[in-house]
Every structure is written in structure tokens, then in C-alpha cells.
């Protein structure tokens, strides 16, 4: 039985709900810095600054270029890392809806929760994992990395509310019930971000502290996991009839719809964001099918141990030298660095980006790269030419 008709019934209630949170300020009390131009306003509330924050961002531009699974394809209808953060904000902003809870907050970590990934996806993500911590025994992820961006790097004064739904949306974890731990203080979350950088396996112990930020976390797996599946066929890898029969959660739609459903059927007027055991149950099943098919999958990784991670080496290593020796001419000073100053500069006179660790510096360079960039920087450094699509044509 078809029980979406639930969340147009129940939306006008949340709406109302959402405009009382408004009205007495309820979880907009959270900013690093108290500064004027981030003073709550009727049209302008931190929530929706925040989202705006994010969607100015050049690095949000970048994600357009990022793999989302597949690299090496060029094909426009491949899902990018840009069309999934809309995809996770869309779903999560339906399902947020019909639960009464805050959009912009969900807007908001859903577009900025994969601002940190790197270039071909987490594959890139555990090459840059290896170099960095042989390097300087910090960990990345990406995660940690999208908290970095928007709250050291770049220094945006987010919300707590958000930067936490951030660090802690890792989808990689199902569970049938997240309930929120609550929100606490900067000094607490920044002493989650230092233990994830030390510890990976710290971020396995990370809550949300909002309902909203439960929420992101399960929409991300509805996000991607039938997505995936659409783009492992429209890539030609193979079709649907490589997924085992499932009438509950075949296709993109029905993942969707029956999970998006049975989250607000759960989740009403409860203190977390749950889902019953048959669809807890399905939802793993799937996840674990999509890895061994798709994402473990040697036609998928085979290019980024035996490609990437020997660029991505060469990369890195050449970029730390670039920063010992101090070459301004380098291109991380006049690409990177530079970029990150000038922006500094309207953050209130904040300390010059090159008193971070160089080895940070160098992951925050690759992790900001789009696939295409980091392409054309290794011909560029390397004096390796990269074929056109049309060279001998």
C-alpha cells in the first residue's frame, strides 16, 4: 500500500511547527564568533546563512567535477558529488518536512556534509588517508575534512548545529534508530574533530547532535544506494538483473519512496529518526550488495591502485617540497595558498593559512581538486601529456 500521501498530509503542521522554532530562536544560539554580519535577522537566520555560505563557496563549484562513484567515465548522465548533496538535501527536506523539524538546518548540512571529499571519491579518499598519515600521522576523511574546509580553512562561522550534522553524517554506518545526543559546546566538538584526526575509528563512536542531523545521515544512504545502481548500468558495467530480486527496494524509486515513507511512519512524534526491522533489514542488505557488485567491484577500483595512487603519491610529495623550499612560484602557493589568503582577509584579519601543518595544507590542496584538475596538474608538473577526446580524430 502506497502511504506517501502521509507526508502532504502532515505538512502543514510542520510548517507551523518550523515557524514557532523560528519565532523563539530555539537552536540559533550556536556561532564561533559573535560578529555583527552573522547577527540572526527575520529574513536571514543563521540556518539559511549557513546554506548560503556553503552554496558561495568556490569548493562547492568543484564538487560538479567529483566522483560520486565512478571515475573515468564521460558521460553527462554519471551521478557527480554535486548532484548527490542535492539529492540527500531534496529527500531529507521531504522527510524533514513531514516531521516538523528545521529545513534550512537540513539544507544546510545536506549541501555542505561532502565539501571535504576528494577527488575519485573514497577511493581518493584512502589513498590521501595513507599519504597524509605516513606523513604526519593525522588520519583524513572526509567527514572531518568538509569541517575543516568550512570552519578552518575558509572560517565561514557556521553554526555549531550544522558543522556538527557535518562531521558526524558518515552513511557508512546503518543503524535502525538514531537518536540525537543533544547540542553541547565548541570546545566539545572540537575535541571530537582532534580525536577523528588522531583515531578513524573514532568517528564510528560520533552522534548527531539534532534530529535534523540524524536525518541527513539516513538520507544519504537513500541518496546513493538505488543512484549507484543506476549509474553502475548507465556506465555498462552491468544491469539491474546483477542485483538479486528485492520487492521491497529494487529500484531507485522504490528505495526512495518506501524508506522515505517508513522513516516518518517511524519517526513521528518520536525523539530519533527510526525504521522498522524490515526495512532496517533490507536497507544493509542492500548497502552490502551495492559494495561487493559495485564499489568493490574490480571493473571500479582496478584504475585507482594501479593509476591514482601512484599520481596522487608524486603529487603530494611534490607539492611538500614546493612548501619546504618556500617556492612562491609553486603552483600550491598561486592556486592554494593564495587563494586561501586573499580570502582570509575579509574573515577579520585571520592568521595566515601558512602557519597550518604543510602536510594539512597539501591534503587540504588535493582534497579541494576536482578529478579533471588533478588530471591536468599532474601533465602539468610531471610533463605528461593527457589525451583530448578528439586527439587522432
Known amino acids: 500500500m502506497d502511504k ?3 507526508m502532504e498530509k502532515l505538512s502543514p503542521r510542520a510548517e507551523a511547527e518550523i515557524k514557532n522554532r523560528r519565532k523563539s530562536g530555539e537552536n540559533f544560539k550556536y556561532l564561533r564568533r559573535d560578529t555583527l554580519r552573522d547577527k540572526q535577522t527575520a529574513l536571514r537566520p543563521p540556518f539559511v546563512r549557513d546554506v548560503e555560505k556553503i552554496l558561495n563557496s568556490a569548493y562547492y563549484n568543484r564538487l560538479s567535477d567529483k566522483t560520486q562513484v565512478l571515475s573515468f567515465y564521460r558521460n ?5 558529488r554535486a548532484l ?4 540527500v ?3 531529507a527536506r521531504t522527510v524533514g518536512g513531514a516531521l516538523g523539524l528545521d529545513l534550512d538546518l537540513i539544507e544546510a548540512i545536506s549541501l555542505g556534509h561532502d565539501m571535504g571529499h576528494t577527488p575519485f571519491g573514497h577511493a581518493g579518499e584512502a589513498i590521501l588517508d595513507d599519504l597524509l598519515y605516513g606523513a604526519s600521522g593525522f588520519r583524513f576523511n572526509h567527514n572531518v575534512q568538509s569541517v575543516r574546509v568550512l570552519d578552518t580553512v575558509f572560517r565561514y562561522n557556521l553554526t555549531l548545529e550544522t558543522l556538527d550534522g557535518i562531521l558526524c553524517h558518515n552513511g557508512e554506518m546503518p543503524s535502525d534508530a538514531y537518536l540525537p545526543r543533544g547540542i553541547r559546546d565548541f570546545g566539545y566538538f572540537d575535541d571530537e574533530v582532534k580525536k577523528c584526526m588522531k583515531d578513524s575509528a573514532h568517528i564510528k563512536t560520533l552522534v548527531p547532535a539534532t534530529k535534523e542531523g540524524c536525518l541527513v545521515r539516513v538520507c544519504d544512504m537513500i541518496a546513493y544506494l538505488g543512484k549507484d545502481r543506476q549509474d553502475y548500468e548507465r556506465a555498462g558495467l552491468g544491469t539491474i538483473e546483477d542485483f538479486p530480486e528485492n520487492e521491497l527496494l529494487a529500484y531507485n524509486s522504490q528505495i526512495i519512496n518506501n524508506l522515505c515513507v517508513n522513516v516518518v511512519e517511524n519517526s513521528l512524534f518520536t525523539d530519533g529518526i527510526c525504521l522498522d526491522e524490515k526495512h532496517f533489514t533490507e536497507l544493509k542488505n542492500i548497502k552490502k550488495v551495492n559494495y561487493d557488485t559495485i564499489y568493490k567491484s574490480e571493473k571500479v577500483v582496478k584504475y585507482y591502485s594501479d593509476t591514482i595512487r601512484p599520481m596522487m603519491t608524486r603529487i603530494f610529495g611534490r607539492a611538500i617540497d614546493d612548501l619546504k623550499k618556500k617556492d612562491e612560484n609553486s603552483v600550491i602557493y598561486r592556486h592554494h595558498i593564495d587563494f586561501i589568503n586573499n580570502r582570509l582577509k575579509t574573515a577579520g584579519g585571520a592568521e595566515n593559512y601558512l602557519k597550518e601543518p604543510p602536510e594539512l595544507i597539501v591534503a587540504d590542496y588535493i582534497a579541494s581538486m576536482s578529478d579533471s584538475y588533478f588530471l591536468e596538474l599532474y601533465s602539468h608538473l ?3 601529456r593527457v589525451n583530448g577526446y578528439f586527439d587522432g580524430v
Open 4 to 6: 506517501s500521501y502521509l
Open 76 to 80: 553527462d548522465d554519471i551521478t557527480r
Open 84 to 87: 548527490h548533496v542535492q539529492l
Open 89 to 91: 538535501s531534496r529527500i
Open 382 to 384: 610531471f610533463g605528461i
